[in-house]
């Protein structure tokens, strides 16, 4: 028997209310309910499933279908607000088991911290000193091989409209992760694009949305035609990580085509809203 901690990954699934409520042509609910269905279908082990913000698209009345879907998965499930969630809002609707909002969780040889980089009302992130001060604590407290998970980027994504949108505090969580020697890996959502990158030793990786992908490396704002996705972890027991995005080709929700969505989407009101 392995002991290895596996983990499912979803990240931004932005439900409305309205169960039938579309981002930029993707019925939200549907999309992320066909995930799950193929997530949980090559479950391979995963022990619990990890959401990296973005609950809803601005709806608290979407918290119930999140609450629903997932809470019926059979998993525990660890989440963190976004940009377009309401933390209070979030906390209140996913109040205990098997719901996890925010702290840190022990799983083996493996402390999985969740971080809240939201600011009430902006899209880009920031870390408050108080959230700092807590990481810098339950850092402290382990040996244990650390996992940090945010929803905004703390690194730069070469993308001209989506940088200015990720933490403006990075050097200030980087510097305090780098005084720590055990963290292995940070897992982000907000980009709704598959990324990676390595810095000092650490994997800094970034998981699409279970709707919506941003185009990569983009100048401004364009949706990407790639399918709904979600990520696999596999943390070992030596500190290492595997881990692989699943596409999921053929997913529910789609009303319209990929590129009529991407062109009207390719405004600047949109890149404004975007992530
Ligand atoms: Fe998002």
């Given at each position: 028997?392995?002991?290895?901690?596996?983990?499912?990954?979803?990240?931004?699934?932005?439900?409305?209310?309205?169960?039938?409520?579309?981002?930029?042509?993707?019925?939200?609910?549907?999309?992320?309910?066909?995930?799950?269905?193929?997530?949980?279908a090559?479950?391979?082990?995963?022990?619990?499933?990890?959401?990296?913000?973005?609950?809803?698209?601005?709806?608290?009345?979407?918290?119930?279908?999140?609450?629903?879907?997932?809470?019926?998965?059979?998993?525990?499930?660890?989440?963190?607000?976004?940009?377009?969630?309401?933390?209070?809002?979030?906390?209140?609707?996913?109040?205990?088991?098997?719901?996890?909002?925010?702290?840190?969780?022990?799983i083996?040889?493996?402390?999985?911290?969740?971080?809240?980089?939201?600011?009430?009302?902006?899209?880009?992130?920031?870390?408050a000193?108080?959230?700092?001060?807590?990481?810098?604590?339950?850092?402290?407290?382990?040996?244990?091989?650390?996992?940090?998970?945010?929803?905004?980027?703390?690194?730069?994504?070469?993308?001209?409209?989506?940088d200015?949108?990720?933490?403006?505090?990075?050097?200030?969580?980087?510097?305090?992760?780098?005084?720590?020697?055990?963290?292995?890996?940070?897992?982000?959502?907000?980009?709704?694009?598959?990324?990676?990158?390595?810095?000092?030793?650490?994997?800094?990786?970034?998981?699409?949305?279970?709707?919506?992908?941003?185009?990569?490396?983009?100048?401004?704002?364009?949706?990407?035609?790639?399918?709904?996705?979600?990520?696999?972890?596999?943390?070992?027991?030596?500190?290492?990580?595997?881990?692989?995005?699943?596409?999921?080709?053929?997913?529910?929700?789609?009303?319209?085509?990929?590129?009529?969505?991407?062109?009207?989407?390719?405004s600047g009101?949109?890149?404004?809203?975007?992530?």
């Amino acid at each position: 028997m392995s002991d290895a901690v596996r983990l499912l990954h979803i990240s931004d699934p932005h439900l409305f209310a309205d169960p039938q409520g579309e981002l930029r042509g993707v019925r939200t609910l549907e999309s992320l309910q066909h995930v799950l269905e193929h997530a949980m279908a090559h479950r391979r082990g995963a022990e619990a499933v990890l959401c990296t913000g973005d609950i809803v698209n601005d709806q608290p009345d979407g918290y119930p279908h999140f609450a629903r879907l997932l809470g019926g998965l059979g998993l525990p499930v660890y989440c963190i607000p976004g940009n377009h969630d309401d933390a209070a809002q979030l906390r209140a609707a996913l109040p205990g088991a098997p719901f996890q909002v925010g702290g840190h969780v022990d799983i083996g040889r493996w402390r999985l911290i969740l971080l809240d980089s939201c600011i009430p009302g902006a899209t880009r992130g920031h870390v408050a000193a108080t959230e700092l001060q807590r990481l810098r604590e339950t850092l402290a407290g382990s040996d244990r091989h650390v996992m940090v998970c945010l929803h905004h980027h703390p690194v730069g994504m070469a993308s001209h409209w989506l940088d200015p949108l990720g933490l403006d505090n990075a050097e200030e969580l980087l510097g305090l992760l780098d005084a720590h020697r055990q963290v292995r890996v940070i897992g982000f959502g907000h980009v709704h694009q598959c990324f990676e990158t390595r810095r000092q030793g650490v994997r800094m990786i970034g998981t699409p949305s279970t709707c919506v992908q941003f185009l990569p490396l983009a100048e401004r704002f364009a949706v990407d035609r790639r399918p709904p996705a979600y990520r696999r972890w596999t943390l070992h027991a030596d500190g290492t990580v595997d881990t692989e995005v699943v596409w999921v080709d053929g997913a529910a929700g789609q009303s319209v085509s990929r590129s009529a969505a991407g062109a009207a989407a390719a405004s600047g009101a949109a890149a404004t809203q975007g992530a």
